[in-house]
């Protein structure tokens, strides 16, 4: 279809998807929206398996009506791609999808070939710290629900460029909630991530435990979680925080740590593992991320915050090793340990009662899961192939060109 610069939306209610970084994949991550009969889905920030499931498997029920998630062409950091919003226009003749992207690095506009005609698809180029761009696309809209997946994720790139972080994850986070109040919209989903809690020695981080970040990342997260809630308490915003743990899957940026290693031991060159490798991560596959985001929309009571984690806790060594093993590579070989990132967090673990008390569980075992991520770049790698040139290969050489050699 021809994209219409305004975001206008002639056929139905509208589902505005609005990319940006969530977290691992991304948080590329795949969007899972789905709406009711008359609602609206909109897409933010979400990634093509987490869009696949939410749009597969949810209706969007009640209260939630009309959905507005931000992200389709990311992933939760990951890939953002066009399984979901498919899915929504196939399954549901009413609904029309906006796609509100600034795609910045990590979007990838092959992600929505497949829709580009269809005439219920309308691409939005904006970026989410523009008051007027955001006031474009949705004053003509009938919103009732914003699901705020867009962000800048990357802890290294947040040393090179901190700034950065504080236009998506905190400026941008002010503007949606504007906009929120401006229209009335009905509830508001900040996706966020378990670094704001920051290292973790032992134990479980629970949703009532102070925000300690260490990164600028994560702070710019966390200050954006308090803004979120400082307006569920001040203004009675209706707002609902989760705080998703390391995503992977297919379609996610290669800068994250699986899609680089994968790509990286495909190609045959080494992969960066920084330290001694044992810093501890819980891994979610996108699929049960996005599930787990939906499920908050849908289920969630206002100013409530959810940890979405599936308890997967590997060391960053343990990944490298299964990882090299799935790829067909030497660890000897491949595998050179780096200098260690600057104040980087050592353990993270949610406990996620909270989530599943909610009725969320995760459902995608790890091993099947990480050999499945694997066979995926494996069998797509003109995909990656082409990511990785450009920008992307600029950014890696300044990364790790001196620890590599």
Same mark, same amino acid.
């Given at each position: ?15 505005a998807v609005v990319p940006g970084v969530v977290d691992e994949l991304r948080v590329e991550r795949h969007i899972h929206a789905a709406a ?113 997946? @867009?962000? #800048? ?7 090179? $460029?901190?700034? /950065? ?5 905190? *400026?941008? %986070? ?92 495909l190609e045959g060159k080494p992969v960066p593992l920084y330290g001694d490798g044992l810093q501890i991560r819980d891994w979610l596959h ?9 499920? @908050?929309? #849908? ?7 959810? $940890?979405?984690? /599936? ?5 960053? *060594?343990? %990944? ?86």
């Open positions: 279809m021809d994209v219409q610069p305004d975001g206008r939306n002639q056929n139905g209610p509208a589902v009711d009969e008359g609602g609206v889905v909109r897409l933010e920030n979400f990634s093509r398996s987490e869009m696949q499931r939410a749009m597969a498997e949810k209706k969007t029920e009640a209260a939630c009506g009309k959905i507005v998630a931000r992200r389709g062409r990311e992933y939760i950091h990951h890939r953002g791609d066009s399984d979901a919003i498919e899915r929504a226009l196939r399954e549901r003749p009413d609904v029309s999808i906006i796609n509100y992207d600034l795609m910045t690095y990590a979007g990838n506009p092959e992600n929505v070939r497949d829709v580009e005609r269809d005439p219920r698809y309308h691409f939005f180029h904006g970026d989410i710290a523009d008051a007027s761009s955001v006031e474009r696309a949705v004053e003509h809209k009938q919103i009732e629900a914003i699901v705020n997946f @867009a962000a #800048e994720s990357h802890v290294d790139r947040s040393i090179l $460029n901190p700034e /950065a972080f504080l236009r998506t994850d905190t *400026l941008g %986070i002010h503007v949606l909630l504007e906009a929120v109040r401006r229209h009335n919209i009905g509830r508001y989903v900040q996706v966020s991530t378990d670094e704001v809690y920051g290292h973790v020695g032992s134990g479980n981080s629970k949703e009532s435990d102070p925000v300690a970040p260490r990164s600028p990342y994560a702070a710019s997260k966390a200050g954006g979680d308090l803004r979120v809630l400082a307006y569920g308490i001040t203004f009675g915003t209706p707002v609902i925080v989760t705080r998703g743990s390391n995503t992977y899957g297919p379609y996610q940026y290669p800068e994250k740590l699986i899609p680089l290693f994968i790509t990286n031991l996108v699929d049960d991320h996005a599930r787990g985001v939906l499920h @908050a929309l #849908e289920h969630g009571e206002p100013m409530n915050v959810y $940890n979405i984690g /599936a308890g997967n806790l590997r060391t960053n *060594l343990e %990944i490298t090793q299964r990882l090299v093993e799935l790829c067909g590579r030497s660890f000897d070989t491949h595998v050179r340990f780096v200098a260690d990132r600057a104040g980087h967090d050592r353990r993270y673990s949610l406990d996620c009662t909270k989530a599943h008390a909610l009725g969320w569980k995760p459902q995608r075992e790890f091993e099947t899961g990480l050999a499945q991520t694997v066979r995926w770049y494996r069998e797509n790698e003109n995909w990656w192939r082409r990511v990785k040139d450009g920008s992307f290969a600029a950014y890696y050489a300044r990364q790790y060109a001196d620890k590599l050699e």
